[in-house]
């Protein structure tokens, strides 16, 4: 155990999990109101290649990561008044969204750059590591938290002010009336519409983040579809959480660590055809299982009682009377 659970490999994973929680988180917000965002491949991506314009022509990390969040803001218009006030389908928004993502950044990268594939350059800033060394000296925690970024602290943050935002706040309460009952919502004089797309827009900031952390935080470099399915597992995150932010961190830790134990069992010598499978191995069995606990929970009453031994219990006779 303790050759596999290595400083590495905790850094690594942390470093894994930062751009698919904020996504994941990004989801949530979505879900919340009542908007199934699929879109969140897209919107890294967006927020990736607009992290490495901004740094590189302003020649600051933070200019990158401005630059990034409000991209990926406006690219969200599209779902935020798509799905709302032209009440198109989410789905097929999101689908064509990532589609114009990757020709888009693919397109730019060749008009603004003159490059193709990947665009690096010694003038593109990248995010300073947070170096806290009584936190190194700790064991495991430590390992994964004393080196880095502060949009990885920023998530970790985020985590528990969207839960308290959510679960104790008046605004946090009336935005989960406007996703699970927006009927009754209007009648008591909230604006639907009006949550929705704040709600969209909010999480497009947050994956304007997770592309900064993506093209910024670790190899400051942009390469064509970098998100690399990412975005789809904070999708399934999402599902799995069931829209709890709490839920969907735990969810992108289990994902964020298979990524960093794939990258560590390439190093030991395995082809990396089959490593590279690892994260999205573990969420079809996260799905899988999911789907059987949901299945089971949903079972009605009488299937239960025949299935157990003893629990049926014959109907009464009919009243002849």
Known sequence: MGEIITPFLMQSA???????????????????????NMALEGQMLIGAFAAVVGSFYLGSALGGIVVAVVAVVVFSLILAYGATVFR??????????????????????????????????????????IRIAALQA????????????AITWLAWILVAVIAVFLFRTPIGLRLRGVGEQPDAAETLGVNVTRYRIVA???????????????????????????????????????MLSRDNPLYAAGACVLFGFADALSIRLQSEGLPNQITDMAPYVVTLAALFISHRRRTRSAAPSHELAAATPGGASEAPPPDTR
Do not use: H
Not at 101 to 120: D, E, K
Not at 138 to 149: H, N
Not at 213 to 237: C, K, P, Y
């Open 14 to 36: 942390v470093q894994a999990i930062t751009p698919v929680l904020l996504a994941a988180l990004a989801g949530v917000l979505c879900g919340r109101v009542g908007v199934f």
């Open 88 to 129: 198109g389908d989410p789905v097929v928004i999101c689908i064509g969204m990532n589609l114009l993502a990757s020709g888009l950044t693919a397109y730019l990268l060749r008009q603004m750059f003159g490059v193709s594939g990947t665009f690096s350059d010694p003038a593109i800033v990248g995010l300073d590591k």
């Open 138 to 149: 700790v064991p495991v925690i430590g390992w994964g938290f004393g080196r880095q970024t």
């Open 200 to 238: 969209v827009l909010a999480g497009g900031a947050l994956c304007g983040l997770a592309g900064a952390q993506l093209s910024l935080g670790t190899v400051n470099i942009f390469s064509e579809d970098m998100s690399a399915g990412r975005g789809w597992i904070a999708v399934v995150a999402v």
